[in-house]
């Protein structure tokens, strides 16, 4: 029963996760930021990426945490 639980919690953080990552802003522009005239070096959603950062964290290290109880066998 439990198992099955954590197992749903764990498909969904991987979800969450994989959400959370794609709404990121990209860093560079690569080549073509080269071109640019640099004002979009400076971004006034800063506090915005760094919750959706906390958030990325937060649902890796669940990710990974029933990621390990999961395999490792200890709820049976």
Sequence with gaps: MISSVLSWVW???GVLLIISVLLHSPKGDGM???A?????MFTS??????????????LL???L???VVLSAGWLK
Excluded: K, M, P
Aim: net charge neutral; aromatic share 6%; hydrophobic share 40%.
């Design 45 to 58: 959603a800063r506090s915005a990426e760094d919750t959706l950062n906390r958030i990325s964290w937060t």
């Design 11 to 13: 498909i969904g953080s």
């Design 36 to 40: 640019s005239s640099g004002g979009s």
């Design 61 to 63: 290290a669940i990710f």
């Design 32 to 34: 073509g930021g080269l």
């Design 65 to 67: 945490g029933l990621a």
